[in-house]
């Protein structure tokens, strides 16, 4: 193992070459096989090892290993592969899955972790969360969490409106790595925001993002300001090892597409999933990145689940030359109706500067989309995007 290559490293997020340093390191290893790095962060893979949480979800405890301690508290129940090595998840029930990257040799390391579903996932209304042995919360690690600088990795799947089918080796979620704390690489100021947000309509921009529904996508003679889950009790699970465009389901009978009120309005319907997106655009250079997260997590009786990672050079170069590329918002309502307005705050956004800056990348996905759906699904019948 090679011994503290972040000697000479300034703080901040970790580029490619740096999280290739820590997995040559022996430091990030998959217990499989060569570790699958994004530029700006990590593959995390599920292992054939699942357990159906028979009591719901089981929030991170602190010291100990969680999968053990869930275990001898019958609190799981490993699951059998179905035929082909699937594993068929049903909606609104939670499962764990042992993941195949363990953490090894960060200790004395200023290393932090921080975790969110692949945005892929999000848009299927999946939470997928990840557990780090040692730590009391999700989607997160620090130096004093980890036991002897070392953790196995857990991702706990909670699929809500459809089934998925899954298989070891799929990527739910991803980790961003930082060098000293992330909270001493933020970046903040009306500047900084002035230099990477957009907004068409020329309203200044503060750090936050705030719903589009005055400018509807045009799909197929519809004026469509969201996607609208369907929600029904025999859906065909969703095989998210399928990547054939032409074997992907047909959106139409998940989805439904939604225009807005009177007024620029939209009403959101209780235990409903819709697909949002931003009036802001968002263009980052090589040396910045971003994360999402909701202003508040649930506002009034709805809530958001965006909280993802925005990488170095999203929004830059555009097929279309447009500046900027707006973010998604995945809302779900909760016991009652709610009604959205134009312009409406959702999110905020937190700027980190890199450790290192990075080049950039030739696969780029969602860098030029608008409003879309997961890429699972085949595109919608007569859209060309």
Not at 1 to 29: A, F, T, Y
Not at 56 to 63: A, I, T, W
Not at 69 to 83: N, R, W, Y
Request: net charge negative; hydrophobic share 35%; glycine share 8%.
């Amino acid at each position: 193992m090679v011994e503290k290559p972040w000697e000479d490293w300034i703080p901040g997020v970790l580029s490619d070459g740096q999280l290739r340093e820590l997995c040559n390191g022996g430091h990030i290893s998959d217990v499989s096989g060569p570790l699958k790095l994004d530029p700006f962060s990590i593959d995390l893979h599920l292992s054939d090892e699942a357990y159906y949480l028979t009591n719901g979800s089981v929030k991170p405890f602190g010291q100990g290993r969680y999968l053990h301690k869930i275990k001898d508290q019958l609190l799981a129940s490993q699951m059998p592969k179905e035929g082909n090595g699937i594993y068929r998840l049903e909606a609104k029930k939670t499962y764990l899955f042992r993941l195949k990257e363990r953490l090894r040799g960060f200790k004395d390391a200023s290393i932090y972790g921080q975790a969110t579903a692949k945005s892929s996932i999000g848009r299927l209304d999946v939470l997928a969360r990840l557990i780090v042995d040692g730590m009391d919360c999700y989607e997160f690690f620090d130096p004093p969490g980890l036991s002897n600088g070392e953790g196995d990795l857990y991702l706990e799947v909670t699929p809500i409106t459809f089934p998925i089918i899954v298989k070891e080796g799929i990527s739910l979620s991803q980790l961003r790595l930082f060098y000293g704390n992330p909270h001493d690489a933020e970046m903040r100021g009306q500047e900084l925001f002035q230099s990477l947000l957009f907004r068409e309509d020329k309203e200044k921009v503060d750090g936050t993002l705030s719903l589009e529904l005055s400018d509807a996508e045009p799909i197929v003679g519809v004026e469509c300001c969201a996607f609208f889950a369907l929600s029904k009790e025999n859906h065909e699970p969703i095989d998210l090892s399928i990547t054939n465009e032409t074997e992907k389901p047909d959106p139409t009978k998940y989805w439904k597409l939604k225009e807005c009120g009177p007024n620029n309005r939209l009403q959101i319907e209780k235990n409903a999933f819709y697909i949002l997106r931003s009036k802001e655009r968002i263009a980052l250079p090589g040396g910045i990145a971003v994360y999402c997260r909701a202003s508040d997590e649930t506002i009034g009786e709805m809530r958001i689940h965006y909280a993802g990672f925005v990488h170095p050079w999203f929004g830059k170069n555009r097929k279309d030359r447009k500046k900027g590329t707006p973010l998604i918002f995945e809302v779900r309502g909760h016991d009652v109706h709610v009604n959205l307005g134009d312009g409406e705050k959702m999110a905020r956004l937190i700027f980190y500067r890199m450790s290192e800056d990075s080049h950039e990348p030739e696969d780029k996905t969602y860098n030029d989309q608008t409003l879309e759906l997961s890429k699972f699904f085949k595109k919608w019948p007569g859209r060309d995007k």
